[in-house]
């Protein structure tokens, strides 16, 4: 165990380093997880705040206080999936919202039909184009889908979620979504168990037992538990 004139060693000389100089050194101190990798760039979106992510990590290690390489791990951990779980719920919002207006514009489109008269009626009466019934409505139900389209297509959300859309190779986006989420905040807890276990021990109190078992469902093999290790049950 570490004495306490070792930790204060430790302490004054962390204090006196002025890290790397080297460009090397820089770089892998900018990878370095356990202290600063959870606010490098690699985990924020173009369109995602650093300074939100920056108050997010501030706010838990101020609340869970971690101590010590492994300590400062979980909880780093612990903020990726609290960050990751915040932009699930952007992108669900943005599905709905690539959906919603790409069916109001498809209404919209519709009604500026119903003001035309067919192809063929305007063939048989030897028109180059179809008729329209109504001009006024006409114009105004096509002015209505042109602006649903272009809201839907210049939506930040909106694009957020249609890129998820392509990713799910066919599947249906929402249940994928929340498949997601459930493994995101499996993974939260997981971390937040091993972390009070790493307290309570650094601290002498009980050390609860480790979770034994983590059950997972998904399309391909609904039921299978996954033990330590990752293994499934059925292998």
Known sequence: MT?????????????RSTGPTTASGK??????????????????????????????AETLRAELHPEGAQEHLLVDLMIRAAWRLGRLARVEAGVFTWKHLGILAKRADRAARTYKRGAMD???????????????????????AKRLTALRDESPAATLGLTFIRGSSGADPLSKLHRYEAN?????????????????ARLGGHVPPPLAIDLTVNNGAEGDAVVPGGRSSDA
Not at 125 to 132: F, G, K, L, T, Y
Request: glycine residues 2%; negative net charge; proline residues 5%.
């Open 184 to 200: 995101i905040e499996r993974s939260f807890f997981r971390a937040l168990h091993e972390l009070q276990r790493l307290q309570h």
């Open 3 to 15: 004495s306490a004139r070792q930790l204060a060693t430790n302490r004054e000389n962390a204090r």
């Open 122 to 144: 305007a063939f048989l009466e030897r028109n180059s184009q179809p008729a329209i019934t109504d001009p006024e409505k006409h114009q105004e139900a096509m002015t209505q």
């Open 27 to 56: 770089a892998r101190v900018a990878q370095n997880a356990i202290t600063h990798g959870l606010l490098s760039q690699d985990t924020l979106l173009p369109d995602e705040d650093p300074q939100g992510l920056h108050t997010l």
